[in-house]
């Protein structure tokens, strides 16, 4: 939902990143303010994933110019896990295995460490069995999937459910879900769409990077941008997506190309 | 030049370790006159056999990558019997069998020995006196005391000569008794120790053992250990064996297990103690269809070396083995695992699989692996694989984008390496203890 009267979150400008001395992301600019959804679109290797973890603090990535202001803080000089107690939370496009930690344990750590940042008191251990079991009917996942280690063993579409209830009980100020709808069926596309649209809230921002205009039927953007060499090549409305799935890219690369 | 001072060396050292090992012998006698039991020709052989050694150098192929050098300046002498005031440090599993032991002595006022027919729960020095000890049990004892495979090994031999008492658990023909059997085993003061179990399981007879090792103070001393296990058919034995000896401590410990078909024996030993800790855990056959699991975790930090060498051989067809070792060292510790199957040409059709995980921690760690597989048989299945790795940054960064910290995410990671093995305890006040005292190393 556009408010141009709302604050701004997230203001990421002449945005440069480097991996290994290889510069991804190049001159990158990028505005969200509070109640918006944004959709990042393009090519494969457009660094769309490296602005994600970029903004998350993956240390892989040397920012080499341009400032990221988050909620009016300099987020390039927080630690990654202060930005997730700040509000940034990345949904990621392959979430990680942690053998041995039990899914509940591992989301009663992160959320005592979130309330712990905002200077609360940890949560007990059955008022948290009570909270982590309601947030999961969010996303339709079966209490069972607590007891196992942290994504060891769950299907793809079980991965990223388990992404979104993180979501759901971190309760982030800016979500940035890296093709969280990928490797999805029908049925989970609906249920972790209708949990993201759940917990978009006027005082909340969603980025989806995606493929795929089906997404954004059920998580309808306000912006869509298409992502090429490293930095946003072109922003439009939802309508966008959808002369993307019909036109492909050519026609807005080859236009970078000459520029 | 060079050569003739090495060639001086290695005779002095030579000396210095014959020496050395007739001097550990002498205590080890010393100490078996000291208690009642009547075993004179067990310990006259095992003397004989200790005499023809000498104490082990890295020279020796099975000692190549653990140095009792440090040993050799350390006149230990035979444990005394401890003080009276001792407490008790085991309290994670409550049963009402437990075997409690100060330097090897009995302590029948920390021991629990409920009566029951077709068990026995008892240390030899007691069952001697007692009405329970029938001929017939006398003569099970006297077959399987120092019987197993293997006895002629040193410290094994060692063991013979001078242990200090037996802790005997036998059970008959289909008796299953639920509550975990402990074994405890703590130690005070600057001395050497033989520590001796012998555990029996007749046919379908099931029991968990949970032998526990510590000690406290900072004294240098030295226990060995020997576990006979032995499983008849259909019996199954779930065993538990936590070394958590204090600093100064030299462990060497063999668990010698007997599979007769159909048997199930699983052994979960976790090291977290002693300065130098040595685990022998050998697997023998006696018949077919055999299950055996053998999970094991070192966690080391400072000098702690911590050494597991493992045999397993099956010599009958249609049994499966799994062997889980992992290992996680910090600062200057050491991790060995050596681990050997042989699977002979009559044991057809055996499934075994043989895992080794480390996760090094520092780069002044240090890890030995050395998986040994001799498989004559064709018709088998076998698999083996080490690892040694570092903490996976990726997975730290994941736990940190979830508000973790980097210290609490390394902590988390570890524990989860750990508690692999650790889940593999049946007992959850076990797994709990274990569980907090990870979470504690970890920190
Ligand atoms: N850690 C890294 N090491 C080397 N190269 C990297 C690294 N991370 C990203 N890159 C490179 O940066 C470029 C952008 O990658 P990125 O993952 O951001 O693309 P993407 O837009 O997310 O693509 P996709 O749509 O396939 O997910 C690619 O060429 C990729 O190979
Ligand atoms: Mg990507």
Redesign the pocket.
């Known amino acids: 939902m556009i408010n141009d009267n709302a604050k701004t979150i997230l203001s990421v400008r002449n945005l440069h990143a480097s991996?290994?001395g290889?510069e991804?992301?190049r001159g990158l600019n990028f505005e969200v303010k509070a109640g918006e959804i944004h959709a990042i679109m393009?090519?494969?290797?457009?660094?769309?994933?490296?602005?994600?973890?970029v903004l998350a603090g993956?240390p892989?990535?040397e920012v080499t110019a341009g400032e990221i202001i988050f909620q009016g803080q300099d987020l390039l000089a927080l630690e990654p896990h202060e930005r997730a107690n700040a509000g940034i939370f990345l949904a990621f496009?392959y979430p990680l295995e942690i053998p041995g930690v039990s899914n509940r344990d591992f989301l009663r750590v992160a959320y005592n460490a979130h309330r712990k940042a905002r200077g609360e008191e940890e949560i007990d251990v059955f008022d948290f069995d009570d909270l982590v079991e309601e947030r999961s009917e969010i996303v339709k996942m079966d209490v069972s999937f607590l007891d196992r280690s942290v994504n060891e063993g769950f299907s793809g579409g079980e991965k990223k459910r388990n992404e979104i209830l993180q979501m759901a009980l971190l309760q982030p100020t800016l979500s940035i879900l890296?093709?969280t709808d990928s490797g999805l069926d029908i049925d989970a596309l609906k249920t972790v769409s209708g949990g993201v649209n759940q917990l978009s809230t006027a005082d909340n921002a969603t980025v989806l990077?995606t493929?795929y205009q089906r997404l954004l039927n059920y998580v309808v953007p306000d912006y869509v941008h298409v992502?090429c060499g490293?930095h946003i090549i072109k922003t439009g409305g939802k309508e966008l997506a959808l002369e993307l799935e019909s036109r492909g890219y050519d026609w807005l690369t080859a236009q970078e190309a000459v520029v | 030049m060079t050569k003739s001072i090495s060639t001086t060396n290695v005779s002095a050292s030579a000396v210095n370790r014959a020496t050395y090992l007739k001097h550990l012998l002498t205590q080890a006698s010393a100490a078996a006159d000291e208690s009642t039991l009547p075993l004179k020709a067990l310990r006259d052989q095992a003397i004989a056999t200790v005499s023809d050694h000498t104490f082990p150098s890295g020279r020796d192929e099975e000692w190549r990558f653990t140095d009792l050098s440090d040993m050799l300046s350390l006149p230990f002498q035979r444990a005394a019997k401890g003080t009276d005031a001792h407490q008790l440090a085991f309290s994670a599993v409550q049963s009402d069998y437990q075997l409690a032991s100060l330097n090897g002595h009995y302590r029948s006022s920390d021991s629990k020995t409920l009566k029951q027919a077709g068990v026995v729960v008892a240390p030899l020095s007691e069952l001697l006196q007692s009405p329970d000890y029938t001929q017939k049990l006398e003569a099970i004892v006297s077959s399987r005391l120092a019987q197993l495979q293997g006895a002629e090994e040193v410290f094994t031999a060692l063991n013979t000569a001078g242990f200090t008492d037996v802790m005997v658990v036998w059970l008959a023909a289909d008796q299953v008794i639920e509550e975990p059997v402990c074994v405890v085993r703590e130690s005070e003061g600057e001395a050497i120790a033989h520590l001796r179990t012998l555990v029996i399981a007749e046919r379908h007879a099931k029991l968990t053992l949970v032998e526990s090792f510590s000690g406290t103070g900072e004294a240098t001393r030295c226990n060995t250990s020997v576990t006979e296990i032995w499983l008849a058919e259909g019996a199954q034995v779930n065993h538990v064996r936590l070394q958590d000896e204090s600093a100064e401590t030299f462990h060497i410990a063999k668990t010698a297990v007997d599979q007769a078909a159909n048997s199930r024996y699983q052994c979960t030993a976790i090291d977290l103690g002693a300065k130098l800790s040595r685990h022998h855990l050998e697997v023998y056959q006696s018949g077919p269809q055999t299950d055996t699991h053998m999970y094991g975790l070192s966690a080391l930090g400072d000098r702690q070396l911590a050494d597991t060498h493992s045999l397993l051989t099956l010599i009958h067809p249609h049994s499966s083995a799994t062997q889980i070792q992992k290992n996680i060292v910090d600062d200057k510790a050491h991790a060995v695992f050596n681990g050997k199957v042989f699977v002979a040409q009559t044991a057809q059709l055996t499934d075994a699989a043989q895992l080794n995980r480390n996760l090094m921690l520092s780069n002044k760690a240090r890890i030995d692996t050395k998986p040994e597989l001799d498989i004559v048989a064709d018709n088998v299945k076998c698999a083996h694989g080490a690892t040694v790795s570092q903490l996976q940054p990726d997975e730290v960064f994941y736990l940190q984008s979830r508000g973790i910290s980097a210290e609490q995410a390394q902590r988390l990671l570890l524990y989860g390496f750990a508690m692999e093995i650790v889940e593999k305890i049946s007992i959850e006040s076990l797994r709990q203890s274990l569980s907090d005292r990870l979470t504690e190393w970890a920190q």
């Open positions: 991996v290994e290889t991804i992301l393009g090519l494969n290797g457009s660094g769309k994933s490296t602005f994600s973890k993956h892989d990535y496009q890296d093709e990077i493929h992502m490293g």
